[in-house]
């Protein structure tokens, strides 16, 4: 092949190519466990070809993080004031759709992006998060305008976090659907007659290897586990570098012990909250409410179980997605008592998208628990999925 042949078969987008790529690779595994080499291999060219585009990882992965969020102004920006909010969010879904193996690095890794850059990214998602809370105001008048915008946001986001397959145009549907309801919800309301939670009480580290964990899972979700350093560690518990492998063969493992805990305390709550419940609806209800308690009480640990399970190796991650996988399956059969229309993926993606209200909408209020905060975002959530 000569080399005029070989210039006429190289995609004139090439750099995009590259670009889509490396945001599931980034979305899959995070940023620190990704490689230029496994992303170069995944294009289909050398990792020097890359480097011809990228001078480096983090260039590339700078780029990723704003792909889709530009997409979403660009969208916002062609529609115009008096746009309805059916049509603007709908518009958003199919972006969002279009990222969907990729959009996930938005959640967790953007933290790994440099001061000056992540300021960049937050306010272009400010803009996004202003321009719906406008769209709200004008339609659903009320309390709570751009937490119910931030919420609805949440929903449509949560289809890049999980696998679930399901029909373009069916999770279209339901994600509009969930995210209109959640922008029209008026929590006061409809968090009248929350029921109860009884949460297991929070571990009390009374070993040194428990409060090893204790001292690394607000580390970790601070500053992500791959900038968190055994020294870091040991000096929070007071103990010198060396004396961490006496209790943790390494750093991973504390890693590891936090998710099966995060694992446990969800399971011990989901237990207790469905020993009371006498029918779907209320189990629904009651699953939310425990949820949402849940994130609140325990926001560092569910914080660092959810951003760092993608990037541990195959075998530890086993067991975590599986726990989590019992989870969502009994939000999905107390879901479909209630929804019988709902086939198991329908159900599925709708309670990924609860989910997706919690995180967006506590992180809106800084996981400060106020009066009345938990309820508000319990009846955000049961308004994402439809009921």
């Known amino acids: 092949m000569t080399a005029g042949s070989a210039a006429a078969t190289r995609p004139h987008n090439r750099r995009q190519i590259i670009v889509e790529a490396a945001g599931q690779v980034f979305s899959a595994r995070g940023y620190h466990a990704a490689s230029m080499e496994e992303i170069a291999a995944g294009v289909g060219i050398s990792a020097a070809a890359l480097y011809r585009h990228f001078p480096n990882k983090y260039a590339l992965f700078a780029e990723c993080a704003n792909g889709m969020v530009d997409e979403l102004v660009e969208v916002l920006d062609e529609w115009p004031a008096e746009a309805a909010l059916r049509d603007v969010l709908l518009a958003l879904v199919r972006v969002t759709v279009s990222h969907r193996t990729s959009g996930g690095l938005y959640r967790w890794e953007a933290r ?10 937050r306010a ?12 709200v105001r004008r339609e659903y008048p009320g309390p709570d305008e751009r937490l119910r ?5 949440g ?13 373009q145009r069916r999770v279209e549907e339901l994600l509009l659907t969930s995210a209109l309801r959640v922008a029209a919800t008026d929590p006061a309301a409809a968090a009248r007659g929350t029921p109860p939670v009884e949460l297991p009480a929070p571990p009390v580290p009374r070993t040194r290897r428990g409060e090893i964990l204790a001292a690394a899972i607000p580390l ?8 968190v350093t055994n020294g870091q560690i040991a000096q929070a518990v007071g103990l010198a570098p060396s004396a961490i492998y006496r209790h943790y063969p390494g750093k991973v493992d504390i890693l590891v012990a936090a998710c099966l805990q995060a694992a446990a305390l969800l399971a011990q709550a989901v237990d207790r909250t469905l020993h009371r419940v006498t029918d779907p609806r209320e189990a629904v209800d009651a699953l939310a409410a425990a949820y ?14 959810e951003a760092e399970v993608a990037g541990l190796p195959d075998d530890l991650r086993r067991p975590l997605i599986l726990a989590q996988r019992e989870h969502i399956a009994v939000w999905e059969q107390q879901l479909r008592a209630v929804r ?15 989910f997706g209200v919690v995180v967006e909408a506590g992180r809106a209020l800084r996981w400060q628990d106020a009066p009345g905060r938990r309820d508000t975002v319990t009846a955000l959530v049961t308004a994402a999925l439809t009921l």
Request: charged share 20%.
């Open 112 to 121: 790994y992006l440099e001061r000056a850059d992540r300021q960049v990214l």
């Open 155 to 167: 929903a449509i986001g949560s289809i890049t976090m999980h696998h679930t397959s399901i029909a």
């Open 149 to 153: 915008a931030v919420a609805a946001l």
């Open 340 to 354: 019988p229309e709902l086939d198991p993926r329908q159900a599925r993606l709708l309670v990924h998208a609860a």
């Open 220 to 227: 970790f979700a601070r500053d992500g586990f791959a900038n």
């Open 292 to 305: 949402v308690a849940y994130c609140f009480e325990h926001n560092a640990l569910t914080s660092v179980a």
């Open 124 to 135: 272009k998602f400010g803009h996004v998060v202003e321009r719906v809370t406008e769209l």
